[in-house]
């Protein structure tokens, strides 16, 4: 016997209760106790039938994130971290970059969409979410608290004066020198000088030259579940290479969704769940694809057979 559906099962229990009610009291169901057929005094009997429900089960598998060659139709991508549709809003709205970090359902998050470079932001509520085309610069990726290092070089090449830095970043740079353990989130304006700057160039104190480095720690990103980005935002006339949808889900939609995506693995392709309630039902009725900061899924409502 094939696999019945949560419909057809409903369905079977009624007809069977109908069934019984029908033999065990037929006088009463065909005549009133005056003998006039009930049909004629009050009409038919109401039909029992079974309520209707949503799917049976939603799937979320993960895809490759789309990016649309030239001249293709770009796909479009609705965004469920509130940090990223935070980030994507207020960068739009301000000169320079915004930075921003936020949780994630995976350790080690790297996040996919800092590979755009022409992204197009919608929302259904235009007076929160920005609309058009803009140029796009992000980086980002696990954070935790960068260790600040610098290793003494023997010889004497070309270095960058010590001296010649300015508040933190000087403070910085001496305490490094001195093996002082400093340290400094990515995603900062100190953190983005040390990851650009520091990091692999050579500098000069007191005649003596260091090449800046990142400590390396124990499992200090590999346990991490929290992810940087620092993102900048120009409106341009460039075709989008994707579309962007922030439209937030709701507390009831993540109160649900959260556990889903935290099973989810990086050695499973999909993830999912049955009898999904009626909020995300209505959440993901039109959404093509969905993404979290690492992963773009795509989900699927299914009946079950």
């Not at 009624?14 to 005094?41: F, I, K, N, Q, Y």
């Not at 915004?98 to 800092?114: D, I, K, L, M, N």
Request: aromatic residues 8%; charged residues 25%.
């Amino acid at each position: 016997m094939g696999r019945q559906t949560r419909r057809a099962l409903l369905a079977s229990t009624a007809a069977l209760v109908g069934a019984g009610a029908g033999c065990t009291g037929l006088r009463h169901a065909l005549e009133g106790s005056d003998g006039t057929p009930t049909a004629e005094r009050d009409g038919p009997p109401p039909t029992d039938s079974p309520t209707e429900s949503g799917p049976d089960s939603l799937t979320l598998e993960a895809v490759e994130p789309p990016l649309a060659t030239e001249g293709a139709e770009p796909r479009t991508v609705t965004v469920y971290p509130e940090s990223m549709a935070l980030a994507l809003r207020r960068a739009a709205r301000i000169e320079g970059t915004y930075r921003s970090h936020g949780p994630a359902f995976v350790y080690a998050p790297e996040p996919f969409w800092t590979r755009y470079r022409t992204v197009r932001l919608t929302g259904p509520d235009a007076g929160s979410t920005p609309q058009g085309v803009y140029e796009m610069a992000a980086d980002g990726g696990i954070r935790y608290e960068l260790l600040v290092g610098a290793d003494r070089l023997e010889d004497d090449p070309p270095a960058a004066q010590v001296s010649g830095l300015e508040g933190a970043r000087r403070e910085l740079a001496l305490a490094a020198i001195r093996n002082e353990g400093p340290r400094v989130y990515p995603e900062t304006e100190l953190g983005e000088w040390v990851r650009t700057e520091w990091f692999d160039n050579r500098w000069e104190h007191d005649g003596t030259v260091y090449r800046g480095k990142e400590v390396q720690q124990t499992d200090a990103a590999f346990f991490s579940q929290q992810v940087w980005a620092t993102v900048q935002l120009r409106e341009t006339r460039a075709d989008p290479q994707v579309v962007f949808e922030l439209r937030a889900p709701g507390d009831e939609v993540r109160d649900v969704l959260g556990p889903v995506f935290d099973e989810w693995s990086k050695d499973e392709p999909t993830t999912g769940m049955d009898d999904p309630p009626a909020a995300v039902v209505e959440y993901l009725r039109d959404v093509d694809l969905l993404a979290t900061h690492t992963t773009v899924f795509r989900p699927r409502l299914e009946e079950l057979l």
